[in-house]
Nanobody, 115 residues
Framework: QVQLVESGGGLVQPGGSLRLSCAVS????????MGWYRQAPGSQRELVAA???????NYADFVKGRFTISRDNARNTVYLQMNSLKPEDTAVYYC?????????WGQGTQVTVSS
């Protein structure tokens, strides 16, 4: 099994920054893509960013130029640096990993952007 623990969420003012972290443990062999989704109240879960084992990245249009995803394979951790945050970025952010064609999810971390 794979366990994911997110951290770094919180309350931030518009224009501010946050860095989310997701530490992965357990059966790590075969992990390919790592990434982040988010879900706002009343909305469907949507992809924010993903990064492959080779370092290729994919971003949703609404975060391009503001968010950066990275991973540290030695520490089995994926990060999401979020800059220029907007109130519409308010959501629960979920980390996920794709391991052997199966997705594993973290418990989510709340990000609130408000003045």
């Amino acid at each position: 099994q794979v366990q994911l623990v997110e951290s770094g969420g919180g309350l931030v003012q518009p224009g501010g920054s946050l860095r989310l972290s997701c530490a992965v443990s357990g059966s790590l062999f075969g992990i390919n893509t790592m990434g982040w989704y988010r879900q706002a109240p009343g909305s469907q879960r949507e992809l924010v960013a993903a990064i492959s084992s080779g370092g290729s990245t994919n971003y949703a249009d609404f975060v391009k130029g503001r968010f950066t995803i990275s991973r540290d394979n030695a520490r089995n951790t994926v990060y999401l640096q979020m800059n220029s945050l907007k109130p519409e970025d308010t959501a629960v952010y979920y980390c996920y990993v794709d391991r052997l064609a199966y997705d594993y999810w973290g418990q989510g971390t709340q990000v609130t952007v408000s003045s």
